[in-house]
């Protein structure tokens, strides 16, 4: 089916029905970005990150991710009728849940963490893209695994962490997008190191407690 031609259809029973569309087939999360040096980003990655994903919470810090977004709605303004563009969307929330790349092997560290989610405020222009960013363990998560203790595993607790962005077109409909991405917890294995031995480690993009990062930011001490 054509999510676009099912649009006209939906929205018409909605207006009958009195009820909100939920959209799911038109928004595409794509594909985890490489964090570039200074976490900024343009409507699409400029590197797609093929490498495993991981955590040290030994950091307390939350896990930060960006994600290319697809808006695939064609921009339905039309001059000579008068109607203005309503495919644009806005990413407004996203909820998290958490389990285990195993069926029926959870880690024990599974039972600790607690439901969360966040709330942010980007556009995704119709027949677009755009990077959109979320904490894929807010600091709560951080906190409950750090209780926890080190992983049950011979390095890494594994878990998959499932993301559904939520927001709205210009219209009003909602829509829904969901993601997934495993992620290997540890915790004192800080990933960035300086190669200059006298130097000390200051920071990356977003934090050296995490992979992907950007390029370590080393510098000479005093």
Not at 17 to 46: I, K, R, Y
Request: hydrophobic letters at 40%.
């Amino acid at each position: 089916m054509n999510p676009r031609a099912s649009l006209p259809a939906l929205a018409l029973a909605a207006l009958a029905s009195g009820c909100t569309v939920e959209n799911t087939a038109s928004m595409q999360p794509h594909s985890v970005c490489s964090m570039p040096d200074d976490c900024t980003f343009s409507s699409t990655c400029d590197a797609q990150y093929i490498g495993d994903l991981k955590l040290d919470v030994s950091g307390g810090v939350p896990m930060w991710l960006a994600v290319e977004m697809h808006n695939q709605l064609a921009n339905n303004a039309d001059e000579e009728l008068g109607r203005v563009n309503t495919h644009d969307a806005h990413f407004e929330s996203y909820s998290l849940s958490y389990s285990s790349p195993v069926p029926g092997v959870d880690p024990a560290t599974l039972t600790g963490i607690p439901s969360s989610g966040g709330r942010t405020q980007q556009i995704i222009p119709a027949g677009g893209s755009s990077v959109v960013g979320f904490e894929a363990f807010p600091i709560g998560v951080v906190a409950a695994l750090q209780a926890a203790g080190p992983a049950v595993g011979p390095d890494y607790d594994e878990f998959v962490v499932k993301v559904t962005f939520k927001g709205r077109y210009e219209d009003g409909s909602e829509w829904e997008a969901p993601f997934k991405v495993a992620v290997r917890v540890c915790q004192d294995c800080v990933f960035a190191a300086c190669s200059d031995p006298t130097q000390l480690l200051a920071g990356a993009c977003p934090t050296v407690f995490q992979l992907p990062q950007g390029k370590p930011i080393c510098v000479t001490p005093p």
